[in-house]
């Protein structure tokens, strides 16, 4: 085979599946003959489903889509002899031919068996050949989406019905895993799933690496990055409801030390803080990070465990220092950030913890992704002129070659253009010209 030609290989892959849709066509036949003749009992199998499945050791699932094709897509013969039509000819002829998979046929089954106790034989007559030609030419699961539409098509009072019953029957739980990780189960109805979908998609599109590879998040990964910031977004909103006259906020009790400590000597006898909202415990590191930003709220212990401060109003970027902040670096400022729009965190250069000012030399807008990877990988962050500039650490460039970040503003471009644009005259030097 290594001999072969790319397009011979590609021809041999498509032979290959020739052949296997006509055993498959032959199989199912037998199969519904086998069954006619009453072969499964006599071999004290439980039903047919059982039989092929413990004969041809192959999964219960896939055992069902077989026998139910072979019952209802097939055209075979009595005992005796007589010829049984299918139930359901289109798709049987589209089987024999090898046009379609036993996956497709099995959609189609699916689909005209949710149909029949709403539609009228002849609405199921005129489905069938429409969803079996359909099959020819689309994947098993676009198949069952055209069943489901030609159902709303037919039952439109049927599908409404349906989807109040889904609606009453929509769940959320969540709770702490032994790991203390939260866990969330959740079952929505086709609205707040669309909605859901709609929100959480652009926030978790794949984006490059810094240098370029591909985004080394697995789909699972990019969903909960998507729903961290989608939470961020939520959060940030003045729209969410206030308890005692306050936007909603995370708590994060921790001693003083412990979180003066933790930049000193990371993971050194340094005790944790506690999110007051689940019990669960949380590194002095991770506080310090959480700090940076509106809407955790650090209140800091005293030695004997009474809130000795509860934030400064200094730590907050106000509104016109965030509107100059995104003005200056986007949602982003690190290098090569592609970060959709969301909320983005305000970090201190200089932690607030250690007396850093609140103010544009201090503070960069981080997405929630690079403000995690500057304090855990500790970047070094200068803000030169009017941007900030990123050092790497040594472990992820020896070299430690600095990187500009933010981006580009109007200002910049007006520099450059007065670089290569000529000075327009003043009125003096043109009256002067024309004297």
Request: proline share 8%.
């Amino acid at each position: 085979m290594t001999a072969c030609s790319d397009s011979e290989l590609v021809a041999l892959i498509s032979d290959a599946e020739a052949v296997m849709r006509a055993a498959m066509a032959v199989q199912v036949r037998a199969i519904a003959e086998a069954e006619d003749r009453g072969v499964p009992a006599a071999q004290g199998a439980r039903g047919t489903e059982a039989w092929v499945r413990e004969k041809l050791n192959i999964a219960a699932g896939e055992a069902k889509s077989r026998v139910l094709v072979a019952r209802l897509a097939t055209e075979h013969t009595t005992l005796h002899g007589v010829p049984i039509a299918a139930e359901l000819p289109a798709t049987a002829a589209a089987i024999a031919t090898g046009s379609i998979t036993v996956a497709h046929a099995r959609a189609v089954i699916d689909g005209i068996r949710r149909m029949a106790p709403v539609c009228t034989p002849a609405e199921l007559g005129q489905a069938e050949p429409m969803l079996a030609d359909y099959a020819r030419q689309c994947s098993p699961h676009d198949l069952a989406k055209l069943a489901e539409r030609i159902r709303y098509y037919f039952d439109q009072d049927g599908a409404f019905r349906d989807e109040e019953i889904q609606h009453e029957l929509r769940e959320l739980h969540y709770g702490t895993g032994s790991d203390g990780m939260t866990v969330i189960n959740a079952r929505l109805d086709r609205e707040a799933g669309a909605k859901f979908r709609a929100a959480l998609q652009p926030l978790a599109a794949p984006r490059p690496s810094e240098n370029g590879e591909p985004d080394p998040r697995s789909p699972g990964q990019r969903n909960a990055d998507a729903l961290d910031a989608l939470l961020d977004i939520a959060v940030a909103s003045d729209r969410l409801p206030r308890s005692g006259g306050q936007r909603p906020h995370i708590t994060v009790t921790i001693d003083f030390d412990d979180l003066a400590r933790a930049l000193r000597a990371p993971g050194n006898g340094v005790l944790p803080g506690t999110l007051t909202a689940t019990g669960q415990p949380i590194t002095a590191a991770t506080v310090r990070r959480l700090a940076c930003d509106a809407e955790i709220l650090p209140v800091v212990l005293g030695g004997d465990g009474l809130p000795l401060d509860v934030g400064r109003a200094e730590r907050t970027a106000p509104p016109h220092v965030r509107a100059a902040l995104l003005l200056r670096d986007g949602t982003c400022a690190f290098p090569g950030c592609d970060r959709p729009p969301g909320t983005p965190e305000a970090h201190h250069v200089e932690s607030w913890i250690d007396g850093g000012p609140t103010d544009l030399t201090n503070l960069v807008m981080l997405c929630g992704a690079h403000h995690r990877a500057v304090h855990g990988q500790h970047w070094t962050i200068t803000v030169e002129g009017d941007r900030p500039v990123f050092t790497p650490p040594a472990t992820v460039d020896p070299s430690r070659k600095a990187r500009p970040g933010g981006r580009s503003t109007g200002t910049e471009h007006n520099t450059v253009l007065r670089q290569v644009i000529p000075r327009p005259r003043q009125p003096q030097e043109a009256a002067h010209t024309h004297a």
